[in-house]
């Protein structure tokens, strides 16, 4: 069976009410909303592996009462899961358009190329595919926003790369580089702890197409969010924002 339009359109507002019910039973005991309460966030991979937890850890320091709830997915996944209300927030990369998603926060966030900070190119700032190629890079799998700008790019360009390593798992690809492996490439959020600490250094690849891809913060269109929630939310852009700031 398979619901009607009206169907759909009553389910949706049946899901906006259930949702605020219970934000309003959450306010109502947290008295003040930060105090006490849960966040719930779907995110990307890259995002998850230092950037959520750090920012997490730091705003937990200011609101203890505060639990969180952290679902990785694929990016074609994360916003499915906060339309059907699993997840208050979800952070992930620019899809097409979808009916019942606010954006609350869209930024650029652009392919780089990532490698040792001895690495021969490491010298640059920029890097084009062609000073790329004569050295062994390793990719993620086809499905990922990154690898696909850098497909479109290789493409248009005309020019085929060999990959010595693919994998679905970036902690692979990073232990690949720190390793001495080659290069690989990445978005500036997923690595940026690293690039402070120094483990890492990034380049900006000059080619068109490697700044096609945002960064969203999506939320469920018509609903109000939690005070916890909305802090949260707040928190995170400013984070972000702060990233592409360098």
């Excluded at 640059?124 to 790329?132: D, E, G, I, K």
């Excluded at 190629?133 to 990922?144: C, F, M, S, T, V």
């Excluded at 068109?208 to 852009?237: C, D, S």
């Amino acid at each position: 069976m398979v619901a009607s339009a009206a169907g759909e359109l009553l389910a949706a507002y049946a899901l906006r009410g259930a949702l605020e019910a219970d934000r309003v039973v959450s306010e109502i005991a947290a008295l003040q909303g930060l105090r006490r309460g849960r966040v719930r966030v779907a995110s990307s991979a890259g995002f998850a592996i230092e950037f959520l937890p750090r920012i997490i850890a730091e705003f937990r320091r200011r609101y203890p009462g505060l639990q969180f709830h952290v679902r990785v997915a694929p990016p074609a996944d994360v916003t499915g899961i906060v339309l059907r209300g699993d997840a208050d927030i979800g952070i992930t990369y620019s899809r097409a358009a979808e009916q019942g998603i606010r954006i609350a926060h869209r930024q650029a966030a652009p392919v780089i190329a990532i490698m040792r900070p001895d690495h021969p190119l490491a010298r640059f700032r920029s890097v084009t595919l062609a000073q790329m190629q004569a050295y062994p890079l390793a990719l993620p799998e086809g499905d990922n926003t990154v690898r696909q700008l850098f497909d479109l790019a290789c493409g248009e360009r005309g020019m085929v790369f060999e990959p010595v390593l693919v994998t679905n798992h970036f902690e692979t690809l990073t232990s690949f580089v720190l390793h001495g492996g080659g290069l690989s490439i990445s978005g500036s959020v997923t690595v940026g702890d690293r690039l402070r600490r120094g483990e890492l250094h990034a380049a900006s690849i000059r080619e068109r197409g490697m700044r096609g891809r945002a960064i969203e913060l999506q939320t469920l269109a018509g609903r109000t969010l939690p005070e916890g929630v909305r802090a949260f939310l707040g928190f995170i852009r400013d984070k972000l924002v702060a990233e592409a700031a360098g």
